[in-house]
């Protein structure tokens, strides 16, 4: 999909870390390619402001040290968020405001079409992870979301399963959009060889990754598992994993070399909306252990092994059955590599413009084919 004639201008959140910084700057800089002019509005704590950089033409970086919304005190300051957030909007003349943080819409009129990614939310990760009530501090954060969602022009969710569990949960008359997330290929690598470990990569902290599943299976595995992230999160939430190699955040150089040397790589997670992690590990021909969930069946089913979720005896079994058998290492990280292909970044572009221009149907912009 390329702009017809003129140019579009798109407000476009961004949290400061994670997978939600990875899609956005992904995107933006695809955008921009295109022709469309972006500001990408960053929110939550900056830990490294040099991290924020984004180095391509077409795409303004502000950060706005406004709250991300599962960590905002109250709705009031999530309102606030909100309203600073359409005065920007205002002030960049943008045609159309692409949420990341879908709460900040709640009750907040935007002067133009407004289009929310549901990437993940409290609601549907307490379903997956605990499957109790919501406690009071989620329940009215989750409020917001049914908000948001009732009042966005669009939603788009990447992938088909959890835009039904999305629209499950909030009780949505139509699924969201799917527009699957992309990375960029790397060149190729060299062939798999002997497995030198096994790595994983995310919010250690998270209990919806299930790396404590991964640390009890740990001692039945004959390699060293490495485990890149933080341990601590933003909400104060810990994890002391003793039997994993803790590597800490990594940036984008560090996690490259880490794919680079080809490990077996795993994702134990009881909750994942999409895993950019996973995709670029594929993308760099690694071989992938995967828990058997929805949206990890619906992107890599035939191209990784799975595993129950939760299941420590049998994540320690597919690990060890690929650490001790490189032909089957080998075949697997060919199949990701393979796989990964359907999910890059044009992709993901071609996507969203598809569904910017639904939501710019009454607007005097026009993308064409």
Request: proline share 9%; hydrophobic share 50%.
């Amino acid at each position: 999909m390329a702009m017809a004639d003129g140019g579009l201008r798109v407000l476009l959140t961004t949290d400061a870390v994670g997978g939600v910084r990875t899609y956005a700057a992904g995107l933006a800089a695809g955008l921009a390619r295109r022709g469309v002019a972006v500001t990408l509005a960053v929110l939550g704590p900056v830990p490294d402001p040099d991290a924020l950089r984004l180095d391509e033409p077409g795409v303004t970086v502000v950060e706005t040290g406004l709250p991300l919304d599962w960590l905002a005190e109250d709705a009031a300051a999530i309102g606030r968020a909100g309203q600073a957030l359409a005065a920007l909007a205002r002030e960049t003349r943008a045609d159309l405001v692409h949420l990341n943080s879908p709460a900040l819409l709640a009750g907040t009129p935007f002067p133009c079409p407004v289009v929310v990614a549901c990437h993940s939310c409290l609601k549907t990760w307490w379903d997956a992870v605990r499957g109790t009530p919501l406690p009071p501090d989620f329940a009215w954060r989750t409020e917001l979301v049914r908000r948001a969602y009732a009042e966005a022009d669009a939603l788009i969710a990447p992938t088909e399963a959890f835009a039904r569990v999305t629209a499950d949960a909030y009780g949505l008359a139509r699924a969201p959009d799917c527009v699957r997330n992309g990375a960029a290929r790397p060149a190729e690598g060299p062939p798999v060889g002997a497995a030198p470990h096994v790595f994983a990569a995310g919010r250690l902290w998270d209990e919806g990754k299930g790396m404590a599943v991964l640390d009890a299976a740990a001692r039945d595995v004959p390699l060293p598992i490495l485990a890149a992230g933080p341990t601590e999160g933003p909400n104060g939430a810990r994890t002391a994993l003793p039997s994993l190699r803790t590597l800490g955040p990594l940036d984008a150089a560090a996690m490259a070399a880490q794919l680079a040397a080809r490990p077996i790589v795993c994702a134990p997670s009881l909750y994942e909306p999409f895993g950019l992690t996973v995709l670029e590990a594929a993308a760099a021909g690694c071989p992938l252990v995967l828990s058997d969930i929805p949206t990890f069946r619906e992107l890599w089913d035939g191209a990784a092994l799975f595993s129950p979720p939760g299941d420590a005896p049998a994540l320690a079994a597919a690990l060890a059955d690929l650490a001790t058998d490189p032909v089957r290492r080998a075949g697997f990280a060919e199949a990701a590599r393979t796989r990964s292909a359907r999910y890059g970044i044009d992709e993901t572009v071609d996507g969203t413009l598809a569904v910017y221009r639904r939501g710019l149907a009454a607007t005097p912009w026009s993308l064409a084919s």
